[in-house]
């Protein structure tokens, strides 16, 4: 029975036998026979190969256009019947075909571009692979007809599968080669079956022929169908790009366009374009993108160009962009998708920042096209003596400046001594447990400011600065660190920046954060915390060794802010950076390290009482300016963890910036900072008027602004008055 048993589950070929025994039987699933390996043939190789590389009547254009413009063409007639399905007819006046090629030329792999593998570092050309003409004649009736320069006639040839089935045949023709596709997939009627409608694949021709046309601007291109008398698109070799498009997309965008231009010499690129300015918009974007002159698609650099322009264009409006960008060839691999419509390089991360850069360098203050529209004097109107006569040319009203700084504003008259107490009584009460504990370190501050010069200076001396040279006052700093650092606060500074910022009006506060100020025509929005804190570096910089001194008293502990800052979450502790009483202990030991250094150059000073060390001055930047003292603990902290101590030059910019970050006019999320000297015992006065008669006043005399002020929104501007008059103009 047991033999019985195996044997009949052997015949079975359902189970197989892995563990008997006369108590025990296991089964499990026969596994199936493998399948054979075998090689295919070569047409369906290559039909293959040409379904990959030839997607659609569009794709195949491409690859003729290129083969064209390889040959040194310069006109080219596209002629299409049925959407290119039942006939794509390309002629050229090229270069032509050798009739010792014809034999060969319909083959795979076979190319006049390549001869090496290096060579594709090194690449130029549009196509290199020799698969264009190979991969259609296996999915097409495909017949050439050429001629060269040197050959008394021309010749014609018909292939199927990659080999000539008739030919060459003698003929007259022109210079150059007329390539027919005839019955395209007629062998594949499932790839057939799957194209859209011929109208629809005749635009996706027409939108290569297009693209094409545009940025060979030395090219001649035409467009027709089979049977027509028009053309559908039409261009001369003596045409500009913006010619082209004027051709092919219209008047209206052609008159909104301007170029763009970059060059990077460490990035090894170079770019050149036709971009619409922030008047023009369309519902859908026209984007033309060739690398190293081939048309290719870069998701990312559409993103990033959509990106740019969100900020210029209403939302669902999208701009016309044309871009050529050149790429060292060695640096650029196009050898990574069938069609060659994608293409990777190196760098391409930092080469689009770049061209954000650029681009947004570009559209600012770019809204300045207009249209006018004449009309001729009417039949017996006449002429009078008044046309002729010479009148003084009255401003027009969109170029008048219609405010006077020195005129008084409406809100000295909306501002009532009961409300300000009553705002500081809500202030109060609505302060938390931290706030709370920094107010009663600001009350314990003094009354009395010294005001008087450290070291060698026993006057007061007014803070006056120029643009370019600074009254120095006091004892003078012979460190190339600190020249350094001056010379390159004046090499960064901008004349357009500087001019805006130097006959400003000051409009008003928005928050306190962001400021509307004035400059002629336009107005912009100014980012208070960042013009104030590149104020206060430059005052630290150009005051160093000679900066006053605002003293505490009675002077806080060190060791107590640090563990005030620990607690706050703006400081960022975590459990991996230690204890905080080590942390805290580690801050004042390293401070209490370089207090010499500190008081000696930033009038920044601290002193030993008893054990501990403690805070006793702080830096007077600014008449009537006081900085924040909520913001003192974080402020102590970030000296010790923020600051380079190694290096001479680097220590005293990240002191700067650090001391500056910390005077600066900022927001702070559920606080209120105020910047009067109130805080210490003086005058309250309200931040508002601080930031309006202190700090921006500071900015239009002292502050010398970096070009980056106009391009990072330091300074955006919002409106302008001559387009504002533009669009009530439209309307």
Same mark, same amino acid.
């Given at each position: 029975?047991y033999n019985?048993?195996?044997?009949f589950?052997?015949?079975?070929?359902?189970f197989?036998?892995?563990?008997?025994s006369?108590?025990t039987?296991?089964?499990?699933?026969v596994?199936?026979?493998? @399948?054979?390996?075998?090689?295919?043939?070569?047409v369906v190789?290559?039909?293959?190969?040409?379904?990959?590389?030839?997607?659609r009547p569009?794709n195949?254009?491409?690859e003729? !256009?290129?083969n064209?413009l390889?040959?040194?063409?310069?006109?080219i007639?596209?002629?299409?019947? @049925? +959407?290119?399905?039942?006939?794509?007819q390309?002629q050229?006046?090229?270069?032509?075909i050798?009739?010792e090629?014809m034999?060969?030329?319909?083959?795979?792999f076979?190319t006049?571009?390549l001869?090496e593998?290096?060579?594709?570092?090194?690449?130029?050309?549009?196509g290199f692979?020799?698969?264009?003409?190979?991969?259609? $004649?296996?999915?097409?009736?495909?017949?050439?007809?050429?001629?060269?320069?040197?050959?008394?006639c021309?010749y014609?040839?018909?292939?199927?599968d990659?080999?000539p089935v008739?030919?060459?045949?003698?003929?007259?023709?022109?210079? +150059?080669?007329?390539?027919?596709v005839?019955?395209?997939?007629?062998?594949?009627?499932?790839?057939?079956?799957?194209?859209?409608s011929?109208?629809?694949?005749? %635009?996706k021709i027409? #939108?290569?022929?297009?693209k094409?046309?545009?940025?060979n601007?030395g090219v001649?291109f035409a467009?027709?169908?089979?049977?027509e008398v028009?053309v559908?698109?039409?261009?001369?070799?003596?045409?500009?790009?913006?010619d %082209?498009?004027?051709?092919?997309?219209g008047?209206?965008v052609?008159?909104?366009l301007i170029?763009?231009?970059?060059?990077?010499?460490k990035?090894k690129f170079?770019?050149r374009?036709?971009i $619409?300015?922030v008047?023009?918009?369309v519902?859908?974007?026209v984007?033309?993108?060739f690398i190293?002159?081939?048309l290719?698609d870069?998701?990312?650099?559409?993103?990033?160009i959509?990106?740019?322009y969100?900020?210029?264009?209403?939302?669902g409006s999208?701009p016309?962009?044309?871009?050529?960008?050149n790429?060292a060839?060695?640096?650029?691999?196009?050898?990574?998708?069938?069609?060659?419509?994608?293409?990777?390089?190196?760098h391409? #991360?930092?080469?689009?920042?770049?061209?954000?850069?650029?681009?947004?360098e570009?559209?600012?203050?770019?809204n300045?096209?207009r249209?006018f529209?004449?009309q001729?004097?009417?039949p017996g109107? +006449?002429?009078t003596l008044?046309?002729f006569?010479?009148?003084?040319?009255?401003m027009?009203a969109?170029?008048?400046?219609?405010?006077d700084s020195?005129?008084?504003?409406?809100?000295k008259? !909306?501002?009532?001594k009961?409300a300000?107490?009553?705002? #500081?009584?809500?202030?109060?009460e609505?302060?938390d447990? #931290?706030e709370?504990?920094t107010?009663?370190?600001?009350?314990?501050?003094?009354e009395?400011?010294?005001?008087?010069h450290?070291?060698n200076?026993?006057?007061?001396?007014?803070?006056?600065h120029?643009? %370019?040279?600074?009254l120095?006052?006091?004892?003078?700093?012979?460190?190339?660190?600190?020249?350094?650092?001056?010379?390159?606060?004046? $090499?960064?500074?901008s004349?357009?920046?500087?001019?805006?910022l130097?006959?400003?009006?000051?409009v008003g506060?928005v928050?306190r954060?962001?400021?509307?100020v004035?400059?002629?025509?336009?107005?912009?929005?100014?980012?208070?915390?960042?013009?104030?804190?590149?104020?206060f570096?430059?005052?630290?910089?150009?005051?160093f060794?000679n900066l006053?001194?605002?003293?505490?008293?009675?002077?806080p502990?060190?060791?107590?802010?640090?563990r005030l800052a620990?607690?706050?979450?703006?400081? @960022?502790?975590?459990?991996?950076d230690?204890?905080?009483?080590?942390?805290?202990?580690?801050?004042a030991?390293?401070l209490e390290?370089?207090?010499?250094?500190l008081?000696?150059?930033?009038?920044?000073?601290l002193?030993?009482?008893?054990?501990n060390?403690?805070?006793? @001055?702080l830096?007077?930047?600014?008449d009537d300016?006081?900085?924040?003292?909520?913001?003192l603990p974080?402020y102590?902290v970030?000296?010790?963890?923020?600051?380079?101590?190694d290096?001479?030059?680097?220590?005293?910019?990240?002191l700067?910036?650090?001391?500056?970050?910390?005077?600066?006019?900022k927001e702070?999320e559920?606080l209120?900072p105020r910047?009067?000297?109130g805080?210490?015992?003086?005058?309250?006065v309200?931040w508002r008027y601080?930031?309006?008669?202190?700090?921006y006043?500071?900015?239009k005399?002292t502050?010398?602004p970096?070009?980056?002020?106009?391009?990072?929104?330091?300074?955006l501007?919002?409106?302008?008055?001559?387009e504002l008059?533009?669009v009530?103009?439209r309307?």
């Open positions: 029975a019985c048993l195996i044997h589950y052997k015949r079975s070929h359902k197989q036998i892995t563990h008997l006369l108590t039987l296991t089964m499990t699933s596994e199936e026979m493998p @399948g054979v390996i075998r090689k295919l043939e070569e190789v290559n039909r293959i190969a040409a379904g990959e590389i030839i997607q569009a195949a254009l491409k003729l !256009l290129e064209s390889d040959a040194g063409s310069k006109q007639t596209v002629t299409v019947k @049925g +959407g290119g399905l039942k006939m794509l390309i050229d006046n090229g270069t032509g050798r009739k090629d034999a060969i030329v319909a083959e795979r076979t006049s571009k001869k593998f290096s060579d594709l570092s090194s690449i130029s050309t549009y692979r020799g698969e264009a003409l190979a991969s259609i $004649s296996h999915v097409a009736h495909l017949s050439i007809l050429t001629k060269t320069r040197h050959s008394p021309g014609k040839c018909e292939y199927k990659s080999v008739s030919g060459p045949t003698p003929l007259a023709a022109n210079q +150059g080669t007329t390539i027919t005839e019955d395209l997939f007629y062998n594949v009627p499932t790839r057939r079956a799957a194209l859209r011929a109208a629809e694949e005749h %635009n027409a #939108d290569v022929v297009t094409y046309a545009i940025h601007a001649g467009l027709k169908k089979v049977g028009g559908d698109v039409k261009t001369t070799a003596t045409n500009t790009v913006v %082209n498009i004027r051709t092919v997309y008047p209206s052609a008159k909104e170029e763009l231009s970059l060059e990077e010499e990035l170079q770019l374009g036709i $619409s300015n008047n023009y918009s519902k859908k974007m984007f033309l993108l190293n002159n081939r290719v870069s998701t990312a650099i559409k993103q990033a959509e990106h740019v969100a900020s210029y264009l209403p939302k999208f016309f962009v044309y871009l050529s960008l790429i060839p060695q640096n650029v691999d196009v050898n990574v998708h069938p069609t060659k419509h994608e293409v990777f390089f190196l391409q #991360d930092t080469i689009i920042e770049r061209i954000q850069q650029g681009l947004e570009k559209l600012l203050n770019s300045a096209s249209t529209y004449t001729k004097l009417l109107a +006449g002429v008044e046309m006569e010479n009148k003084e040319k009255a027009a969109k170029d008048m400046v219609r405010t020195n005129m008084q504003k409406m809100d008259f !909306l501002t009532r009961e300000e107490s009553v705002d #500081d009584t809500e202030e109060q609505g302060m447990a #931290d709370q504990a107010k009663q370190l600001s009350k314990n501050t003094t009395q400011t010294d005001r008087q450290s070291k200076t026993t006057e007061q001396t007014d803070r006056q120029t643009k %370019n040279t600074t120095q006052t006091g004892r003078t700093i012979h460190l190339s660190s600190v020249a350094q650092l001056r010379q390159t606060i004046l $090499s960064e500074g004349t357009d920046c500087s001019s805006i130097s006959s400003l009006t000051f506060c928050d954060q962001l400021a509307l004035q400059h002629n025509t336009r107005l912009y929005l100014a980012n208070t915390t960042r013009l104030s804190s590149l104020l570096r430059q005052i630290i910089l150009q005051d060794g006053s001194v605002l003293r505490l008293s009675p002077p502990k060190v060791i107590d802010l640090a620990l607690e706050q979450e703006e400081a @960022g502790w975590s459990p991996e230690g204890d905080k009483e080590e942390l805290a202990r580690h801050v030991d390293l390290g370089k207090k010499e250094m008081a000696d150059y930033f009038s920044l000073e002193e030993m009482i008893g054990s060390l403690h805070l006793t @001055g830096p007077l930047l600014l300016f006081c900085p924040w003292f909520g913001g974080v102590i970030r000296l010790a963890t923020e600051v380079n101590w290096e001479e030059k680097h220590c005293f910019d990240s700067a910036k650090e001391t500056a970050a910390f005077y600066s006019v702070k559920g209120q910047y009067d000297e805080q210490h015992g003086g005058d309250m309200d601080t930031v309006e008669h202190v700090v006043p500071a900015i005399k502050l010398v970096p070009a980056a002020c106009l391009t990072d929104r330091t300074l501007q919002v409106a302008s008055l001559p008059y533009k009530f103009e309307c």
